[in-house]
């Protein structure tokens, strides 16, 4: 018997555990949610931020795809990956591009905006994702890009929230 029943909550606590076992905070995330709207949505502040980035992590495609992506990154570095896998996601080889398609099904969640965003923050590494990218940080080929989308698909999520209140405000 499984001891862990699969549901949305259990996942989502284990996604948060595994996120902070390896050393990503929501205010991790929720900075770059900042970092990437605050000049768009003059009156966020990291607490929005943060709201944005849970109900991201509530959603089950992403917490399928951080399971999935922590779980791939914890194993190259217990040297578990059959070669040459091993080599090509310990390395972060740049050719390799899983990773990025990983993170992609989060992004595509919010849609086009969302692409842009996640585009934007995975080339600047911006914040947390420095640290994630650096190897003397340890395995982080799929943790980085996900972590990024999350940030990416937060943020679009409060620029479509924006729009509908500028909407309905008549702006």
């Given amino acids: 018997m499984n001891e862990h029943p699969l549901n949305s909550h259990t996942c989502l606590d284990a996604v948060i555990q595994l996120l902070g076992q390896r050393g990503v905070s929501l205010d991790d995330i929720a900075e770059i949610v900042w970092f990437l709207q605050t000049k768009y949505v003059p009156d ?7 709201e944005s980035v849970l109900a991201v992590l509530k959603k089950r495609e992403v917490q399928n795809a951080l399971l999935t992506g922590i779980q791939l990154d914890m194993l190259a570095e217990e040297k578990k990956l059959l070669p040459p896998l091993q080599s090509i996601v310990e390395s972060d080889e740049p050719l390799y591009g899983v990773d990025e398609v990983l993170a992609l099904a989060i992004v595509n969640l919010y849609g086009s905006i969302g692409f842009t965003n996640f585009g934007y923050v995975d080339k600047l590494k911006h914040g947390k994702l420095a640290e994630l990218n650096d190897p003397k940080n ?17 943020s679009s999520r409060i620029a479509h929230r924006q729009k509908q209140q500028e909407e309905c405000r008549g702006g």
């Fill in 138 to 154: 340890g395995v982080h080929t799929f943790l980085d890009d996900l972590v990024g989308a999350i940030a990416a698909a937060a």
């Fill in 44 to 50: 966020l502040t990291l607490d929005m931020c943060r």
